[in-house]
């Protein structure tokens, strides 16, 4: 646990990384399980539609219908907002890593 916290709190010093934490005692008021959202840059004035992997016990698929993936990002949006932020987030996960010994 103590290395992957470690490698955690190295991955939140790249600029390209957001890590936010949701903590156990909030609130959950999505009940999706666990998704990727893929989100692309448009690409030669070629705007590309989010993708949603999920997987599963026996594999997984992609989302690629654009309501379908839009209800997951909106899922992805809310959790956004009641995750803590970045600071708060690398806080939790420093002083946690801090009690694993």
């Given at each position: 646990?103590?290395?992957?916290?470690?490698?955690?709190?190295?991955?939140t010093e790249r600029d390209?990384?957001?890590l936010r934490i949701l903590p156990l005692d909030g609130p959950h008021p999505i009940g999706t399980g666990a998704f990727v959202l893929?989100?692309?840059d448009a690409a030669h004035d070629v705007v590309y539609q989010?993708?949603?992997y999920l997987e599963h016990l026996t594999g997984g698929r992609y989302v690629e219908e654009e309501d379908e993936a839009y209800r997951y990002r909106r899922s992805?949006?809310?959790?956004?907002?009641?995750?803590?932020?970045?600071?708060?987030?690398r806080e939790?996960?420093?002083a946690a890593?801090?009690?694993?010994k």
């Open positions: 646990m103590q290395s992957q916290m470690k490698q955690l709190l190295d991955l390209n990384i957001s893929l989100q692309f989010d993708v949603v992805f949006d809310r959790l956004s907002e009641i995750s803590l932020d970045e600071v708060r987030s939790m996960l420093t890593r801090k009690t694993w």
